[in-house]
């Protein structure tokens, strides 16, 4: 019988069948032998509504004459001397073959590489405060055993394993870094480790931060659409309030001297002003908060805000008569944390909610045993409906209102982008 005979595949693609094979950055090092009459070529035999690229063979060990026995040759697909497939000459020659990412160039043919590399880095935009940094990580590497670690800043460390990464679609790792807002301007220095040739190795990334990304999307506004850069000005603004107000009640200091803690965020072009101030007061009060509870069981209930990379909302309730909170949920069903606080005060967590879940109304359950005793309606933009319409001292200070106004600015255009 006739037989179709290639170096990489014998038959790629069938216009009958509608099957479109795709052969890219391959090579063949051996011959090709087939009977009498058969179709053979030096990478396929036969291409029909197939796509082949970058494909290279041996003509000094392949007898046959031709990268593809039915086409003319192209010119990425064709056959090279050993010589020319070999060493550093193979980084001149094979054409489409990445020497920086994926191909290693060695004394004979080239491999896979092992060694990782940072390739580029970009700004979270799915609702938290991070950088993304884009790793390739070539198919020789033992991916199991790679994490990354993160140098943020003076005093801030993170880790962040393979298992946490993701793949996007141009087969690059994404591993983030995530940061609260007043450390936007914090350089991020990432390291990632691996295995090879049995030892534990590592590469460093180039230092990065949330504000050198969101400034440069402002800078070359002409590259981006109007939503982020909105959103990019906006997360600034919310990055430099929060030092400011964050710095004065932790009492640590921003900017280039010996005894600041953290890099500062540049003070934005518009400051929040009254009028914006009265403005947003006045919007606010949609997120007014409802709350229902068993007054023989609960004394009272507070709220807060923790403002890291996501934001996380706290219940503080007040009980008596020996009342022991011992679960929470949100209305779909989510488990929320109960955690004891003091002897009468119990805290239930909500945690992790996105910038572009802030505008959003939470219905809290919370239960002693089988039974309800409190029912909350809340918004984390609750907090800066309380903060402006307060008379308490503590929200009188210009740092905080203009905080919760950013904040709140800052989740309407991470609304409008999400």
Not at 357 to 366: G, S
Request: net charge negative; hydrophobic share 35%.
């Amino acid at each position: 019988s006739k037989e179709v005979v290639g170096g990489i595949v014998g038959m790629n693609g069938s216009s009958s069948s509608g099957i479109n094979g795709t052969v890219s950055k391959s090579y063949n090092t051996g011959n090709v032998s087939a009977g009498s009459g058969s179709s053979k070529g030096g990478i396929a035999a036969y291409n029909s509504a197939g796509n082949i690229t970058y494909c290279y063979y041996d003509s000094d060990k392949c007898s046959v004459y031709g990268a593809i026995n039915n086409s003319n040759n192209e010119e990425t697909v064709k056959g090279l001397t050993t010589a020319e497939m070999t060493g550093e000459e193979a980084v001149n020659n094979m054409q489409g073959f990445d020497f920086v990412n994926v191909w290693a160039a060695t004394d004979g043919y080239p491999e896979f590489s092992v060694t990782p590399v940072f390739v580029s880095h970009a700004l979270v935009l799915s609702g938290e405060i991070g950088v993304i940094f884009n790793v390739n990580l070539p198919r020789g590497l033992d991916t199991d055993s790679v994490y990354i670690t993160y140098d943020i800043g003076k005093n801030g460390k993170a880790v962040q394993a393979i298992d946490e990464a993701s793949l996007n679609r141009d087969g690059l790792y994404e591993f983030t870094c995530y940061v609260g807002a007043y450390r936007m301007a914090d350089k991020i220095t990432p390291t990632l480790h691996y295995y090879a040739d049995g030892e534990e190795k590592s590469i460093s990334g180039t230092l990065y931060s949330v504000e050198d990304y969101a400034t440069y999307v402002i800078r070359y506004s002409d590259g981006y659409n109007d939503r982020v850069c909105d959103f990019c000005y906006y997360l600034l603004v919310y990055g430099y309030y929060s030092q400011q107000y964050l710095g004065r009640i932790h009492s640590f200091y921003v900017g280039d001297g010996a005894n600041d803690k953290y890099a500062a965020v540049a003070e934005p072009d518009q400051l929040i002003d009254e009028s914006t101030i009265t403005m947003i007061k006045d919007e606010s009060g949609r997120y007014s908060p409802y709350k229902s509870i068993d007054e023989d069981r609960i004394s009272g209930i507070s709220f807060s805000l923790d403002l890291e990379s996501s934001t996380s909302l706290y219940l503080d309730i007040k009980v008596k008569n020996g009342a022991v909170p011992t679960s929470a949920k949100l209305e779909d069903g989510t488990q929320l944390s109960v955690t004891k606080r003091s002897k009468n005060v119990y805290r239930v967590t909500l945690e992790g909610i996105k910038a572009s879940q802030l505008l959003d109304m939470y219905a809290i359950y919370v239960y002693e045993g089988e039974n309800e005793i409190a029912y909350v309606n809340i918004s984390p933009m609750s907090y800066v409906y309380l903060v402006l319409n307060s008379s308490s001292e503590q929200f009188a200070y210009p740092d905080i209102r203009r905080l919760v106004v950013a904040l709140y600015v800052y989740a309407y255009y991470a609304s409008q982008m999400i």
